[in-house]
């Protein structure tokens, strides 16, 4: 594939960057530049031109991941309140040595 050949890219990507685009010629921006900064914006926004989901992990991938090494959601979570609670401490504690 040629380089700037955008065939790969869906057509959500392509109306995106069209759009991203217009607001880029709105503010002043030349239309080559535009152009550039659009598809670099839509690049970073959607790891760049994949027509397919080809290298793109879906949620009940990564826990059917999680689960082959005995990890179940219940304890991701568990972990994830804990992370919580502890950072509810360390801000009540830091506000309490402000006092």
Do not use: C, F
């Amino acid at each position: 594939m040629p380089r700037g050949d955008k065939s790969a890219y869906t057509d959500k990507q392509k109306r995106m960057a069209e759009h991203i685009e217009e607001g880029y010629e709105e503010r002043g921006v030349s239309e080559k530049e535009a152009e550039r900064r659009a598809w670099a914006t839509v690049n970073k926004e959607t790891g760049g031109g994949r027509a397919t989901k080809e290298g793109r992990r879906h949620a009940n991938e990564r826990l059917e991941e999680r689960a082959e090494k005995g990890e179940s959601r219940a304890e991701h979570e568990r972990r994830s309140e804990a992370a919580k609670k502890g950072w509810e401490t360390r801000r009540r504690r830091a506000a309490q040595s402000r006092s």
